[in-house]
């Protein structure tokens, strides 16, 4: 355990020497930064760090009363398991004789996730955030959504992330944390929190880490697991949440995607698409991506050795989840200014007058095809936000809430049918 936690120092003394050469803030590893939490059969497998090298101490509480206190051996690294299948555990972890942090674990995360939504009156949406926590919370707190405390006070309005929450920034693993905590909040005050997926979404899931922020990964290594296990959608909490999500989602006449609906993807319906995601995903192909030897032998008849089994197969999910015309992957609404027909078909089909997207960079949050698709994500991450407010005539009054300072208006208000 003592060369345990050297090696962690070190690790983290390098980290913060190659931030503070990038004028970026402290590392944080303790509490939400830093945990993981997988199911097992039995109950939950928790890790997480602490600040300090000392004895770590886990209480579980499931409906109000503590059922176990548990405490590691001494070190930066702790793990314990937890004998509970119960639908809600909250857990409290940390050093020994020091505070607590408070995680609630629901174990078993919505089947399906709502794919048309109505009477939203109030919709605020950020694009890729990659990893950037304080701008996060600096937003949500600058739009009145959370308190000090990060506790949700948006009442009735709806906050949707259009993907990419994933990859380059340091504090990934935090800001799903707080998401997760949020959308159950939310949904009790009568809100709602929404993750779309992005591409970097698929990509960790899949363990293409290319863009794995070090701190982040580190955190993965003092784990003993490898960052795409962090969140794998069928053992991990974070990952089973993040498979629920939706790729593709309509509230009101707004049709929300991460990159935008291409040609070859026009004619599905919301809930057909979901579908093929939900069972693409569910598949144990979606985690071997860069496992050679599995897609060698891939195909439900494929004999030891036999090369692409189901190539077809392989080239059809392939290209649903990273090609260029995935809808996780999509450009060129926002590249060109020639696509006004097709996106009216994409419209139209989705019945919806507003397509909102991430994923191609903008200098600022901005309008294109006369305000009938909004591109949301920054070059800088996470300094601005979307706010959608319903007016009478049933358009939009459309803002930019940035992390300091009042709402601006987006645009001159415009006439959309309701």
């Known amino acids: 355990m ?12 390098a980290l913060a020497s190659q931030s503070a050469a990038r004028a970026q ?3 944080h590893f303790d509490g939400e930064y830093g945990l993981y939490v997988g199911v097992t059969d039995f109950g939950l497998n928790v890790r997480w760090i602490t600040e300090t090298p000392g004895v770590g101490e886990l209480a579980v509480i499931v409906d109000g ?4 206190r548990l405490e590691t051996l ?8 937890v004998e509970s299948t119960a639908a809600e555990v909250t857990l409290l972890y940390g050093s020994r004789g020091g505070d607590l942090h408070r995680t609630v674990i629901v174990r078993d995360p919505p089947a399906e996730p709502e794919l048309e939504i109505e009477g939203v009156q109030q919709v605020y949406m950020l694009g890729d955030v990659h990893g950037q926590f304080d701008r996060v919370v600096t937003l949500l707190r600058n739009a009145r959504l959370i308190d000090a405390d990060l506790q949700w006070t948006g009442g009735e309005s709806h906050l949707a992330l259009l993907g990419d929450i994933f990859d380059r920034g340091n504090d990934v693993t935090r800001v799903l944390w707080l998401l997760y905590r949020l959308e159950r909040e939310a949904s009790a005050a009568g809100g709602a929190v929404h993750v779309v997926l992005g591409n970097h979404e698929l990509m960790v899931m899949a363990s293409d880490l290319r863009y794995v922020a070090g701190k982040e990964d580190m955190i993965a290594q003092t784990h003993g697991l490898r960052y795409g296990e962090m969140f794998d959608p069928g053992k991990s909490v974070l990952g089973r949440w993040l498979a629920r ?15 935008g609906v291409s040609p070859q993807y026009v004619e599905y319906d919301l809930r057909e698409y979901q579908d093929s995601l939900r069972s693409f995903i569910d598949e144990e192909l979606f985690t ?7 897609l060698d032998t891939y195909g439900e008849d494929a004999e030891p050795g036999e090369f692409f089994a189901d190539s077809a197969g392989i080239v059809r999910r392939y290209e649903f989840f990273f090609g260029g015309a995935s809808v996780m992957w999509y450009r060129d609404f926002v590249r060109t200014d020639t696509l006004s027909a097709f996106l009216d078909q994409v419209l139209e089909n989705f019945d919806s007058n507003v397509h909102v997207v991430g994923h191609t960079p903008v200098k600022t949050i901005s309008e294109f095809y006369e305000g009938r698709l909004i591109a949301a994500d920054l070059e800088d991450a996470a300094t601005e936000m979307l706010h959608m407010e319903r007016r009478e005539d049933g358009g939009w009054n459309r803002y930019r809430i940035p992390l300091i300072g009042e709402p601006t208006p987006l645009s001159p208000p415009h006439s959309e049918e309701p």
């Open 2 to 13: 003592v060369a345990c936690a050297a090696a962690f120092a070190g690790l983290v003394t």
């Open 25 to 27: 803030d402290a590392l």
């Open 65 to 68: 009363e503590q059922i176990a």
């Open 74 to 81: 001494p070190g930066q690294s702790h793990s314990a398991n």
């Open 245 to 259: 999500r939706p790729g593709l989602m309509r509230m009101e006449d707004l049709l929300l995607a991460h990159g």
């Open 288 to 294: 071997h991506w860069n496992d050679q030897a599995f």
